[in-house]
């Protein structure tokens, strides 16, 4: 009998892999995506470490270790950090990277050309090739160069990039608007001339193919869907960055993040390049959306998110990020199965704690705190690019070797979907802090049981006996009393 499980987030506690592309290569899976420093100061700070899993053992995730350094990039010295990447499968056989370079808080990461490093294996070490360019060895920069996902579909290549800043439709005198004008020169280092210029934006999600060498367009650049979204089926959800295409039944789906900034979103086409038809909501890092939850109701920090989807041993599923630290720049891979009906429509999933897990997680053994997926106090942020320092709010933490939530006050709710109960468990929390009380509930607010604990600086195990019967549930813990930190949950 195999005993093992995985839960979310999938990768160890003290490994940040955000912005996740998940691509079935021979008979693995490899999650590709940037790497973000256990509480970091800005965005991406270390190296690309690739991980892979075993097609039909997605327990089983590897370390594949660093497999492409920022200093192997030209541009390094002036953007040292590297942004959400792609790989894929060239018609020689080989391995290509394809990503964008930034300086802090992304700085400058809208400036440069989308960049290419190749290998002969998907797991790398990757070697520098040179970046995307016009047939005259010209970098090729139209519109905004950033968070470039790529498909070989049938032998063509296909890059879609861009990112969305402001709605320029919402300025009607645009033309006219010199600070609008100056702060897009600045963001994205393009002249007046190629703004003004530009048809629609220099902003919005962006196509254009490469030929056999990877790296000389062999397109004209567009937009393929509309930046102006008024009136459109997009307007709900407008694009904002993180662009990932695949293909489906014969079909294209877009997906990416939406100016909403927590959700993962995706569009459908019967065209790689045109045609796009708003799907739906797949996922957000806050159950925003799920059943009607209100962003004013999210179940976490919200914040970035970006992912995509992949059929993995005739299953699909959803691969996505969340936010620990307090901060946009400590974020952690999860992943849910998700459904493509027969109508092509994917529904919105729940965020959970077992997703790849193909099962609720037994309730029994021990499991670290911080694969709850609700931790919310009822007024949670939404981060864009900052630390909140400033905040008081339960989240995911760190000190020396110990991982917890932190934070934890009056009224903190932590949550974990699902486990599945043989009746009568009894549940150990380990904590520490300044004392207080828990009650434990199941997902439909029927009571398991409830405890008390004592003030204690150093971790104390508070025991509460629960009266639960079989079968599987979401389990949540809603505290009282004022700062405290858990570290783990137990079942005997």
């Known amino acids: ?36 420093k256990e509480g970091g100061e800005t965005f991406c700070m270390l190296d690309y470490e690739v991980w892979s899993a075993p097609v039909d053992d997605l327990k089983n995730w590897r370390c594949e270790g660093i497999t492409y350094r920022a ?34 808080y992304g700085n400058g990461g809208y400036h440069g050309p989308i ?25 090729m920069k139209k519109y905004v160069c950033f968070d470039p996902g790529v498909i070989n579909d049938n032998g063509t290549i296909y890059i879609y990039y861009g990112t969305r800043y402001e709605f320029e439709e919402d300025y009607p005198d645009f ?8 702060q897009e020169m600045a963001m994205f280092g393009k002249s007046r001339e190629e703004i003004l210029g530009t048809p629609e934006s220099v902003m919005g999600p962006s196509v254009v193919t490469v030929g056999d060498d990877m790296l000389t367009i062999t397109s004209e650049p567009r937009h393929i869907i509309p930046y102006k979204v008024r009136g459109t089926d997009f307007e709900a959800h407008p694009f904002f960055e993180a662009p990932s295409m695949r293909k489906v039944n014969g079909k294209y789906y877009f997906i990416y993040s939406s100016r909403q900034n927590h959700e993962l979103c995706y569009a459908v086409s019967d065209k790689p390049d045109r045609g796009f038809k708003f799907g739906g909501t797949i996922v957000s890092n806050g159950d925003v959306g799920y059943k009607g939850r209100p962003e004013s109701e999210r179940l976490n920090m919200t914040g970035t998110t970006h992912g995509s989807i992949e059929q993995i041993n005739g299953k699909w599923y959803v691969f996505y990020h969340r936010l620990t630290h307090k901060s946009d720049y400590s974020r952690q891979a999860c992943a849910e199965p998700i459904e493509i009906a027969a109508d092509g429509s994917i529904a919105q999933v729940p965020i959970s704690s077992c997703g790849l897990n193909g099962a609720p997680l037994r309730a029994e053994g021990t499991y670290p705190a911080g694969i709850a997926c609700i931790i919310t106090n009822g007024d949670m942020p939404h981060g864009c690019n900052r630390i909140f320092s400033d905040l008081t709010f339960p989240h ?28 009568g468990e009894t549940l150990v929390l380990k904590l520490r802090g300044k004392g207080g009380s828990v009650a434990v509930t199941d997902g439909e607010g029927a009571a398991l049981g409830s405890a008390e604990f004592a003030a204690s600086e150093s971790w104390q195990t508070v025991t ?14 809603t505290f009282k009393g004022e700062l405290s930190d858990l570290l783990e949950i137990s079942f005997g």
Not at 4 to 20: A, W
Not at 71 to 93: F, I, K, L, S, T
Not at 175 to 182: A, C, K, M, P
């Open 175 to 182: 033309d006219h608007n010199e600070q609008l004008i100056g």
């Open 1 to 36: 009998m195999d005993n093992r499980q995985v839960y979310n987030p999938f990768l160890p506690l003290n490994v940040c892999i955000p912005d996740g592309e998940p691509h079935v290569f021979g008979d693995r899976v490899y999650l590709f995506g940037s790497h973000d």
């Open 115 to 139: 960049s290419v490093a190749v290998c002969d294996t998907p797991a790398g070490k990757y070697e520098y090739l040179g970046f995307v360019r016009y047939p005259d060895g010209t970098p």
């Open 464 to 477: 509460v006996p629960l009266n639960v019967s079989s079968g599987a549930k979401e389990l949540r813990l």
């Open 71 to 104: 200093e192997q990039d030209p541009d390094y010295g002036e953007r040292p950090y590297m942004y959400a990447p792609d790989v894929v499968q060239g018609n020689d056989g080989r391995y290509y990277l394809y990503y964008c370079m930034s300086g802090g």
């Open 396 to 423: 995911c933490d760190n000190d020396d070797t110990d991982r917890y939530i932190g934070e934890i006050t009056d009224g903190t709710l932590i949550g974990y979907r699902w486990f599945d109960f043989k009746g």
